[in-house]
Every structure is written in structure tokens, then in C-alpha cells.
């Protein structure tokens, strides 16, 4: 929205773009943009007010409140809770809405746009989200390890610096 038109495959790809820069890891940076820069532009030091609510449905023995760190970046809006991490911006012209929802942790993207003047996005990512949640595709990614023979020559390497200090070989690694 804000006068950009777009479509929903051209929103995936850009989704796809910015969830790309998670988990955080240490393999080659490809693109114009570094992975890290995408996600500094998304957590910005700007806090929202922090919130403090009722978990509805909470079992018991679980906890029955919700904590909310949220900040603000770039345009970005980071909502950080003890159980999920979500980044988002939505955006309005006109009688047209869009919305752009990534859970970090799960690779997950929503995108919704609509030509309803009055709709209201947030509501709509918020229940695609519980359903997809509901289903189980939320599920964390797990960080992948580098094959074993790639870093052990390089630990070996590193250690043999550590162990005896040589400026030379450290520029080498």
C-alpha cells in the first residue's frame, strides 16, 4: 500500500527475501544486501510500550499471561512475546489494504491485500497464522551444522594459532 502496487507472488518473493536473513548463521553472503542489515533494519532499539495480558486458553500448570517487548524499525514493527517472534508492517491508500507478516523463527510469511477500504489485515494474518499454527507448519527451523570436513581443517588451523601465537598464519585463516 503507501501508493506501491504490487502482487501476492511479487510479496512472496520479497517475504522470501527478508526470511532468508534467519536463523542468524556464518555462511557466504550472497545479494546486495547482508542478511544481518536486513535484520537490524527490522530490530530497531525503539521499544514500544511493553504489555503485559491474559493468555486465553492458558492449561493448568502453563502461564496465564502473555509478555509483549515490541519495537519499532525501519518501518517495521517487531512484536516479541515468550512464545512467538513476529515481524510485520501494513500499510493503506486509499480503499486499499496490504499487510506483510514473517515469523522469523518458522520461515513463515503471511501476505494479505485486499481492495476493502474498511478490512482490517491484521485481524485476517492473525488467523492465518492460528490456523497454520493449529496445524503444526510453525514449527522452528533448526540451524544446519556445516559438513565436519569443511571445519575441522579450519579448527585445526585456528587452534594451531591460538596455541602459538603466529600473525602470519591468523591472516592465513
Same mark, same amino acid.
Given at each position: 500500500?503507501?501508493?506501491?502496487?504490487?502482487?501476492?507472488?511479487? !510479496?512472496?518473493?520479497?517475504?522470501?527475501?527478508? $526470511?532468508?536473513?534467519? =536463523?542468524?548463521?556464518?555462511?557466504?553472503?550472497? #545479494?546486495?544486501?547482508?542478511?544481518? @542489515?536486513?535484520?537490524?533494519?527490522?530490530?530497531?532499539?525503539?521499544?514500544?510500550? =511493553?504489555?503485559?495480558?491474559?493468555?486465553?486458553?492458558?492449561?493448568?500448570?502453563?502461564?496465564?499471561? /502473555?509478555?509483549?517487548?515490541?519495537?519499532?524499525?525501519? #518501518?517495521?514493527?517487531?512484536?516479541?512475546?515468550?512464545?512467538?517472534?513476529?515481524?510485520?508492517?501494513?500499510?493503506?491508500?486509499?480503499?486499499?489494504?496490504? /499487510? $506483510?507478516?514473517?515469523?522469523?523463527?518458522? #520461515?513463515?510469511?503471511?501476505?494479505?491485500?485486499?481492495?476493502?477500504?474498511?478490512?482490517?489485515?491484521?485481524?485476517?494474518?492473525?488467523?492465518? $497464522?492460528?490456523?497454520?499454527?493449529?496445524? #503444526?507448519? !510453525?514449527?522452528?527451523?533448526? =540451524?544446519?551444522?556445516?559438513? =565436519?570436513?569443511?571445519?575441522?581443517?579450519? !579448527?585445526?588451523?585456528? $587452534?594451531?594459532?591460538?596455541?602459538?601465537?603466529?600473525?602470519? @598464519?591468523?591472516?592465513?585463516?
Amino acid at each position: 500500500a503507501g501508493g506501491i502496487y504490487s502482487t501476492v507472488r511479487d !510479496m512472496a518473493r520479497y517475504a522470501g527475501f527478508l $526470511l532468508a536473513a534467519y =536463523p542468524p548463521r556464518d555462511d557466504d553472503d550472497h #545479494g546486495p544486501i547482508r542478511r544481518a @542489515k536486513i535484520r537490524e533494519a527490522q530490530h530497531s532499539d525503539f521499544a514500544l510500550e =511493553p504489555r503485559v495480558s491474559h493468555k486465553a486458553g492458558a492449561k493448568p500448570g502453563d502461564s496465564s499471561l /502473555e509478555l509483549d517487548a515490541s519495537s519499532y524499525g525501519f #518501518g517495521w514493527v517487531r512484536e516479541q512475546t515468550c512464545t512467538t517472534d513476529e515481524i510485520w508492517h501494513n500499510g493503506a491508500i486509499d480503499s486499499y489494504r496490504a /499487510e $506483510l507478516a514473517l515469523r522469523t523463527a518458522s #520461515g513463515v510469511g503471511v501476505i494479505v491485500l485486499t481492495n476493502f477500504g474498511t478490512a482490517d489485515t491484521h485481524a485476517f494474518t492473525d488467523r492465518a $497464522l492460528a490456523v497454520l499454527d493449529a496445524t #503444526g507448519a !510453525m514449527t522452528p527451523r533448526e =540451524p544446519g551444522l556445516p559438513d =565436519p570436513s569443511t571445519y575441522t581443517p579450519l !579448527m585445526t588451523a585456528f $587452534l594451531g594459532v591460538y596455541n602459538a601465537f603466529d600473525k602470519a @598464519k591468523l591472516a592465513a585463516i
